[in-house]
């Protein structure tokens, strides 16, 4: 939850791959007061079974810059040995990006939710509401 001196983040993933949400991938939250400031991690958490992390951490006061890193390469690795149990291995579809990293500015009191639009070979991302 924001307040006037902090910002909020919120964050979903969708596999457009195959139009449902990303469960179980691992998300870490960092922050810094300043464009030269040291990145401080501050925690993480994973998506749920709607590809929602509903419990990050919340922001310092002086929050200017936070990014968040999406491990992406698990899930991919993971959904790909499961398609694999039942078909023989076609192609090699694993991750092309084995990580994502979103950083964006933030101003206090304002709630920020990036949502991450994911496929194995690409990834989009945009300032949701």
């Not at 307040?3 to 919120?10: L, Q």
């Not at 951490?57 to 999406?70: I, K, M, N, Q």
């Amino acid at each position: 939850m924001s307040t006037a001196t902090t910002a909020s983040v919120s964050t979903h993933i969708l596999d457009t791959s195959v139009g449902r949400p990303a469960q179980g991938v691992a998300i870490s939250l960092a922050a810094r007061s300043g464009h030269d400031a040291e990145w401080t991690p501050l925690g993480g958490s994973a998506t749920d079974a709607d590809g929602r992390c509903k419990d990050l951490p919340a922001l310092p006061e002086g929050t200017t810059h936070v990014r968040l890193d999406f491990e992406v390469e698990t899930y991919f690795a993971k959904k790909q040995a499961e398609a694999q149990q039942d078909a023989p291995r076609v192609r090699d579809s694993g991750a092309f990006f084995p990580e994502v990293a979103i950083t964006f500015a933030v101003t206090p009191g304002e709630h920020y939710h990036v949502p991450l639009l994911l496929n194995p070979f690409g990834y989009s991302v945009y300032r949701g509401s």
